[in-house]
């Protein structure tokens, strides 16, 4: 009589299943991980690709670099200054009397374009400059301390008076020390949609007085108003702030 078979079984063991679901599991995602992997060049490309969509966003919206090209804020910006421009100002947030402001050229303000004959380190900076990595070499934006805002009264009786804003004397502690407030005299009401700026650095400045005085339109409409400045980056030795104008404004009332 034959022995029967051993039973067979078409399952098998719990242990033997976990092992070849863990052999399964280890082996799937490095073999995923293989059709996956992408090439280092396409990867450098992407990368550079997001980066640059990145910077392309905050210069629009957040920040922008900008040098200064002159001493007409002196001592508060020196020549070649490198400065970051919240573009949140105005929109986002309101301007303030006391804030330094970077606004388009208004109407001629500014001689010469540096771009339009320009060197190859020029050409550089301008290419850098449409994606935020370096400040518009082109000249056509200017930065000033916002004085008046819409409604406001400013007035300076004399080359040697101190300005006053709504019938309020400002003491400027930001103002080159080797000069008078005013370059002369003037008395102008602020229009609604413009603003009136003047350089730190007051006799050495084409700002809204200089072009005031020469008969000519001194106010800036809120429109060409790029940001506010928020601080020096470069140089290192120079790093600072720049919101400490707004305690000249305190005691002026918003309307005269």
């Known amino acids: 009589m034959n022995e029967p078979d051993e039973p067979r079984s078409d399952v098998t063991s ?7 679901e ?4 280890a082996g799937a995602p490095r073999a995923a991980r293989e059709r996956r992997r992408m090439p280092l060049w396409l990867d450098m490309v992407v990368t550079m690709a997001v980066a640059l969509v990145i910077a392309v966003l905050v ?3 957040l920040i922008q670099p900008f040098y200064i090209p002159s001493e007409s804020m002196s001592p508060t910006l020196e020549t070649n200054d490198k400065i970051l421009v919240s573009k949140l100002t105005p929109g986002v947030f309101d301007l303030q009397r006391g804030d330094v ?3 388009a050229d208004p109407g001629n303000w500014v001689e010469g374009d540096a771009t339009e004959d320009p060197t190859p380190r020029v ?3 301008m290419l850098l400059s449409l994606v935020g990595l370096a400040p518009d070499p082109s000249q056509d934006h200017l930065v000033k301390r916002l004085i008046g805002l819409p409604g406001d009264h400013v007035v300076c009786e004399s080359a040697d008076s101190q300005l006053e804003v709504n019938g309020v004397a400002l003491d400027e502690p930001y103002i080159n020390p080797a000069t008078t407030a005013c370059q002369g005299a003037f008395d102008v009401t602020v229009p609604e949609g413009k603003v009136w700026v003047m350089g730190d650095n007051r006799h050495a400045s084409a700002d809204s007085a200089w072009h005031e005085i ?8 809120l429109d060409d108003v790029t940001g506010t400045a928020e601080v020096v980056f470069w140089p290192a030795s120079r790093w600072t702030g720049l919101n400490d104008g707004h305690d000249a404004f305190s005691d002026v009332p918003d309307q005269p």
């Not at 863990?22 to 599991?25: A, L, T």
């Open 14 to 20: 719990p242990e033997a299943h976990g092992d070849a």
């Open 22 to 25: 863990h052999s399964h599991r």
């Open 59 to 61: 210069k629009t919206f």
């Open 101 to 103: 402001v970077v606004f």
């Open 123 to 125: 050409r550089l900076m």
């Open 214 to 221: 020469q008969g000519e339109d001194g106010f800036v409409p």
